[in-house]
C-alpha cells in the first residue's frame, strides 16, 4: 500500500539497531552469535514450572499497575539483604515491562525540551533516542580504554542550570568496568543542592566480579534521594525474553514516574512476576549468580589465551571487551563484519555506543553461553 502520509519524524537519524544488523550477519554467514547479550543455556525449570503453576492457578489477567505487591516485596526484601537499605514496598517500587520501559519512563516523567542530560559514553543505545523524543539534548562524556573511568573534573565541567538529568550505568554495558565507592561519592557531591536527577542503570547488579562491591546509588542517601534505580529480572536469571524489570524511587519521584508508566503499559505479565516472586523468596536463587557468571568468564579468558585478541579486564556484566589493534587497522564495524564472515563468530564493535562514532579498535564479545559454545568460539578466534 502507498500511503500519502507524510510523517514528521520525532527520531530523524535513527537506525536499525547494532543487534538486529549484527544477528543478520550472524545468520547470513552462520557464524557464532557472541554479539547479542543472551544466554543460550536453560532458564531454572524451578522458575518455569513456578510461571506455569500461576498460569494454571488462573492469574492471566491484568497485574496490579504498580505490580503483583508480592514481588515489590521480595525486591524490597532483596534490597534490605544486599544492600542494607529501606524502601517501601507499596509506593517506592514499581514493575516493568522490561528494563528498557523502566529507563523510559524514567526519562519521559523529567526530561522536558531544551533540558540537557549528561550521559556516559559508551552508552546503551535506548538512552540518547529517549531523549531526543522529549527534545533535550544529550551531553556525553566519554570513557575511554582501557579502563573506562570517569573524569570527574571534566564531568563537573558540564553540568550547567540546564542539567536535568545524569544517566549512569553500572556494571557497565558494554565496557564491563564498575563504578567504585569513590565515583559514586563523587556524584553525590557534584549533585548535592541541585535539582538534578539521576537514572541508574543497574540491570547486572548481580553480575560482578572478582570480589568487588555493586555500589548501587541507593548506598548513598543523597544519590538514593534523587534517583530512579532501574533493576531487570530478565539478566539475572537467564530470561531476557520475559521483559519483567522494576523501578526503585522515592516516593514523590515514584508518584510521577507511575503516571508515566500507567499510560504506556499499564502492567506487566502477571504470571511471570508471581512466579519470579515466588523464586526469590529463596535468596540462594539469586545471590550465587555473581560466581556463576564469573567461571564462564574465567573460563573464556583461558580459551582464549592464545589468540591475537586482548582482553580488558571484565569487571561484571557477561560481556568481555577485546582489543584487536594488534590484528588489524579496519574499522570496528569493518572488522566484526569481517570476523562473521571469515572466521564465523559474530560480535558488537564498540563505537556503536559513542555518539561521535570513536573508535578505538575494541569490540564486545557475549561471553553468556554454553561451555561448548564458548570452545567453538575460541577455537575460531584463536586461529586468527
Not at 527520531?11 to 554479539?35: C, G, R, S, W
Not at 539521576?198 to 534523587?226: K, M, N, T, W
Not at 523468596?281 to 580459551?303: A, C, T
Request: aromatic fraction near 12%; include cysteine; hydrophobic fraction near 40%.
Amino acid at each position: 500500500m502507498d500511503s500519502k502520509i507524510k510523517i514528521n519524524s520525532k527520531l530523524p537519524n535513527a537506525v536499525t539497531t547494532i543487534f538486529t544488523e549484527m544477528n543478520k550477519v550472524a545468520q547470513e554467514y552462520q557464524a557464532l552469535n557472541l554479539a547479542q547479550g543472551f544466554p543460550d543455556f536453560e532458564v531454572s525449570k524451578k522458575l518455569i514450572s513456578l510461571v506455569s503453576s500461576y498460569m494454571e492457578k488462573g492469574f492471566n489477567q491484568y497485574a496490579p499497575m504498580q505490580g503483583a505487591l508480592r514481588l515489590r516485596q521480595v525486591v524490597s526484601n532483596s534490597f534490605k539483604l544486599m544492600h542494607h537499605v529501606d524502601y517501601d514496598a507499596v509506593n517506592e517500587i514499581t514493575i516493568t515491562s522490561g528494563a528498557t520501559q523502566a529507563i523510559y519512563t524514567a526519562i519521559a516523567t523529567v526530561v522536558r525540551p531544551g533540558d540537557e542530560v549528561i550521559v556516559v559514553e559508551p552508552a546503551f543505545d535506548i538512552y540518547h533516542p529517549a531523549i531526543e523524543m522529549y527534545g533535550a539534548v544529550s551531553v556525553p562524556i566519554k570513557l575511554k580504554a582501557p579502563e573506562y573511568r570517569i573524569d570527574w573534573n571534566e564531568f563537573a565541567g558540564l553540568i550547567t542550570e540546564k542539567t536535568s538529568m545524569i544517566i549512569i550505568n553500572t556494571p557497565h554495558n558494554p565496557t564491563s568496568a564498575v563504578f567504585l565507592e569513590e565515583d559514586m561519592l563523587q556524584l553525590q557531591q557534584l549533585t548535592n543542592g541541585t535539582n538534578i536527577t539521576v537514572v541508574s542503570d543497574e540491570v547486572y547488579e548481580h553480575i560482578i566480579f572478582d570480589g568487588l562491591q555493586h555500589q548501587s546509588v541507593c548506598r548513598f542517601p543523597q544519590l538514593a534521594a534523587r534517583s530512579f534505580l532501574i533493576g531487570s529480572f530478565g539478566k539475572t536469571f537467564h530470561v531476557t525474553g520475559w521483559k519483567v524489570g522494576f523501578c526503585i524511587a522515592p516516593e514523590k519521584m515514584m508518584h510521577e514516574f507511575r503516571k508515566i508508566h500507567q499510560n504506556v503499559v499499564f502492567a506487566g505479565n502477571h504470571p511471570m512476576q508471581l512466579g519470579i516472586a515466588e523464586y526469590m523468596e529463596e535468596p540462594e536463587n539469586y545471590i550465587h549468580v555473581s560466581e556463576f557468571y564469573q567461571q564462564k568468564r574465567d573460563y573464556f579468558i583461558n580459551l582464549m589465551q592464545g589468540s591475537r585478541l586482548k582482553p580488558i579486564t571484565s569487571h561484571g556484566t557477561y560481556f568481555q571487551m577485546f582489543s584487536y589493534s594488534e590484528i588489524s587497522d579496519m574499522s570496528d564495524m569493518e572488522f566484526v563484519v569481517w570476523l562473521a564472515r571469515e572466521h564465523k563468530v559474530a560480535a558488537i564493535p564498540l563505537s556503536y555506543f559513542y555518539s561521535d562514532k570513536f573508535d578505538e579498535k575494541c569490540i564486545r564479545i557475549c561471553f553468556a553461553k554454553n561451555d561448548k559454545t564458548l570452545i567453538e568460539a575460541a577455537e575460531k578466534l584463536c586461529k586468527i
